[in-house]
T-cell receptor
Framework: GEDVEQSLFLSVREGDSSVINCTYT??????LYWYKQEPGAGLQLLTY?????DMKQDQRLTVLLNKKDKHLSLRIADTQTGDSAIYFC??????????????FGRGTQLTVWP | GAGVSQSPSNKVTEKGKDVELRCDPI?????LYWYRQSLGQGLEFLIY??????PDKSGLPSDRFSAERTGGSVSTLTIQRTQQEDSAVYLC????WGGGNDEQYFGPGTRLTVT
C-alpha cells in the first residue's frame, strides 16, 4: 500500500466542478480517503469510502471508486474560492501490521479563480 | 482537549543538534501516529502507537529517530544529530482505537528547519 499517485495541480473557475483523480496500487486497500490541507493548517478529513462501494455523495462532494482500475476521484460541485487548498488521496488497510496506517499521495493543489 | 496539539509550531536548529517534538492527542484516543511532510517525499508515515506501545515503527527513517508515548497520552518524537534532510513538517494524528476506518485527527504540525 505504498503507491498512491495524484496529479499535482488543478485550476478551475468559481462555480465550475472540480475533479481530482487518484490511482493506487495496493489491492488490499480497504479504505480510501480524501483529506484537505489549507495553508498553515493540518489535514482535515473530507470523506472516505469503503473499497466495496463505488460511490459516495456528501453535499457538494462525490467520491467515485473504480476498484478494478484502482482509480479514485473526488468531484467538488459548485467550486468556491474557499475550496482552494491541497487535496490528498490516502488509503489504508484493516489487516496486518499496517493496520490504520495511512499511505498518502503527494497532493493536488486546487486553485479556484473568481 | 479540543483537538490534537503540537509544540513547538516552528523549530529552527543547527545541524548536529538534537530536537524534541511534542504531540498532545485528543483525550481518550488510544492510537497515535507520526507523519512527516516534506517537499521531496510528500507525506510519509513514521510510527504508530497503540497505548504506550509502538507496534509499527517501520517508517522511522534512521536510528537517529525515536519516539515514546507515556500514560497513553503525550508523545515525543526525538531526532538526534539532526541533518538538513530532516527539515520537514512533522504531523501528529490521533484516533479513537486505531482501526482502518477510524478517523485520524491531525494536529497543525511542527515545522522543523535544520540549518
Amino acid at each position: 500500500g505504498e503507491d498512491v499517485e495524484q496529479s499535482l495541480f488543478l485550476s478551475v473557475r468559481e462555480g465550475d466542478s472540480s475533479v481530482i483523480n487518484c490511482t493506487y496500487t495496493d489491492s488490499s486497500s480497504t479504505y480510501l480517503y480524501w483529506y484537505k490541507q489549507e495553508p498553515g493548517a493540518g489535514l482535515q478529513l473530507l470523506t472516505y469510502i469503503f473499497s466495496n462501494m463505488d460511490m459516495k455523495q456528501d453535499q457538494r462532494l462525490t467520491v467515485l471508486l473504480n476498484k478494478k482500475d484502482k482509480h479514485l476521484s473526488l468531484r467538488i460541485a459548485d467550486t468556491q474560492t474557499g475550496d482552494s487548498a491541497i487535496y490528498f488521496c490516502a488509503e489504508s488497510t484493516d489487516r496486518g501490521s499496517t493496520l490504520g496506517r495511512l499511505y498518502f499521495g503527494r497532493g493536488t493543489q486546487l486553485t479556484v479563480w473568481p | 482537549g479540543a483537538g490534537v496539539s503540537q509544540s513547538p509550531s516552528n523549530k529552527v536548529t543547527e545541524k548536529g543538534k538534537d530536537v524534541e517534538l511534542r504531540c498532545d492527542p485528543i483525550s481518550g484516543h488510544t492510537a497515535l501516529y507520526w507523519y512527516r511532510q516534506s517537499l521531496g517525499q510528500g507525506l510519509e508515515f513514521l510510527i504508530y502507537f497503540q497505548g504506550n506501545s509502538a507496534p509499527d515503527k517501520s517508517g522511522l527513517p534512521s536510528d537517529r529517530f525515536s519516539a515514546e508515548r507515556t500514560g497513553g497520552s503525550v508523545s515525543t518524537l526525538t531526532i538526534q544529530r539532526t541533518q538538513q534532510e530532516d527539515s520537514a513538517v512533522y504531523l501528529c494524528a490521533s484516533s479513537l482505537w486505531g482501526g482502518g476506518n477510524d478517523e485520524q485527527y491531525f494536529g497543525p504540525g511542527t515545522r522543523l528547519t535544520v540549518t
